[in-house]
T-cell receptor, first 116, second 114 residues
Framework: AQKVTQAQTEISVVEKEDVTLDCVYE???????LFWYKQPPSGELVFLIR??????QNEISGRYSWNFQKSTSSFNFTITASQVVDSAVYFC?????????????FGTGTRLKVLA | DGGITQSPKYLFRKEGQNVTLSCEQN?????MYWYRQDPGQGLRLIYY???????QKGDIAEGYSVSREKKESFPLTVTSAQKNPTAFYLC?????????????FGDGTRLSIL
């Protein structure tokens, strides 16, 4: 069965600290895609990154970095030198290529609070 | 600027009443989706549409209905059969209906019961 687990319900950090958000997934499909979205207080989900199951290269974009490890079925997200503007709910999602549907499986989200 | 517009931002429903949530996109995307978000839960798919005049039920379609008469519009009706409609509703769209396409979201409608 497909499943995405974000075990951290809420994390609080002080500005400039580094923080890692965990995402563990379950799938039987050999081809799948993983996503991270940010949901600020305004409510809109903002797309951050997509990773496919064949590409295990880590990615860095400014203060953001992502660590994809198939061996542990994890796709973790690290924010370096966090800022107050990073405060939001972050969702990890899974999409399977051969499921016959086009839906995402979302995790329950991690609320990040960055304190000044 | 291209994007997804949801209206209204806040909506109140009386008992026994149907209400319709609007979703319009000017991204020229073929696929559109409706999600429900409850506190502490991830997003759950209500309905999705791959092309005009076609749509499929998601995981929690009971008590909801949709239409897709135009490519840019995908309204969601919350019927009186939905006994627990209080939630945050998000509309999304993607270029196509492939599993690797990122979905782009509107800023949501919060529905409450009067």
């Amino acid at each position: 069965a497909q499943k995405v687990t974000q075990a951290q319900t809420e994390i609080s950090v002080v500005e400039k600290e580094d923080v890692t958000l965990d995402c563990v997934y379950e799938t039987r499909d050999t081809t799948y895609y993983l996503f991270w979205y940010k949901q600020p207080p305004s409510g809109e989900l903002v797309f951050l990154i997509r990773r496919n199951s064949f590409d295990e290269q880590n990615e860095i974009s400014g203060r953001y970095s992502w660590n994809f490890q198939k061996s542990t079925s994890s796709f973790n997200f690290t924010i370096t030198a966090s800022q107050v503007v990073d405060s939001a709910v972050y969702f990890c999602a899974l999409s399977e290529a051969h499921s016959g549907t086009y839906k995402y499986i979302f995790g329950t989200g991690t609320r990040l609070k960055v304190l000044a | 600027d291209g994007g997804i517009t949801q209206s209204p931002k806040y909506l109140f429903r009386k008992e026994g009443q149907n209400v319709t949530l609007s979703c319009e996109q000017n991204l020229n995307h073929d696929a559109m989706y409706w999600y429900r978000q409850d506190p502490g839960q991830g997003l759950r798919l209500i309905y999705y549409s791959q092309i005009v005049n076609d749509f499929q039920k998601g995981d929690i379609a009971e008590g909801y209905s949709v239409s897709r008469e135009k490519k840019e519009s995908f309204p969601l009706t919350v019927t009186s059969a939905q006994k627990n409609p209080t939630a945050f509703y998000l509309c999304a769209s993607s270029i196509g209906d492939r599993s690797y396409q990122p979905q782009h979201f509107g800023d949501g409608t919060r529905l409450s019961i009067l």
